[in-house]
């Protein structure tokens, strides 16, 4: 059984001209609407590690060696949060790969899929995501931009940069169809404090504006409670969340 989780996203077919670069693409020949798909594992563990705190946080997907969308786990690197960005320490990332390589894995299996999760509603990338993406794995034949939020929207690209180039955004899956572990929570506990480092956070402001002397145009602290409203919404269950936070983040590996 396939549970899909973003179901409104159309799933592309490959045209002729592009079906001529199989070889290249993550997912089978033949195939003619590719999909990311996690095992209940996987996609359990990054709802665990989405919900340990209150910031984003990052990692790679480790996919199976003959369905490269196929996600098995999920594997954190040492990194900094705050609710609006990570910054993945670069020694963390190579000694990362370094495992993956004596483990039998491929950089396609191991270093392809970029996730991380939004505090917020939105799964959609900011900007600093897409820069990001386009700076990290622009290089890379393919890879994949994933995003989870808070509400559990979620986002998924696959790119090519090879061939004729291009992206798609493409559905999110959780599969069951193939003999998944059990969650391990300990673990996870363990991999997440092992990893994540938690930066504490808060909008810059311009105080200048909000210690007016009595007497100054009060349009200027409208327009403060207005850089203010971006920063927060109020309409999230269980009171303020961020929202759209990455407008101003700093993503780097």
Known sequence: MIRPLNPRVKQPALSDKAAKYDRLTPFKAGCRSPSLRLNPTAWGKLLYLRDLGDTEVGGFGISAADDLLYIEDIQLVRQSCDMASVAFDDESVADFFDRQIDAGRTMSQAG????????GSSPQPSQTDEETF?????????????????GGQSY????????????????????????????????????????????KWMPMLDESR??????????????QAEDLDFWWNYDEPGGFLPQTTERQANVEF
């Not at 391990?184 to 480092?197: K, R």
Request: charged share 25%.
């Open 112 to 119: 392809r899929i970029w996730l991380h999760t939004h505090p």
């Open 134 to 150: 386009a700076r990290v794995f622009g290089h890379s034949d393919w890879a994949v931009m994933f995003i989870l939020a808070r």
């Open 156 to 199: 998924a690209r696959l790119q090519f940069n090879v061939g004729p180039g291009g992206g798609m955004e493409i559905p999110v899956e959780v599969d069951y169809r193939k003999a998944f572990l059990a969650s391990d929570h300990a673990v996870w506990d363990d991999e997440y404090a092992a990893n994540v480092e938690i930066e």
């Open 210 to 223: 909000l210690l007016e002397p009595a007497g100054t145009d009060r349009r200027l602290l409208h327009d």
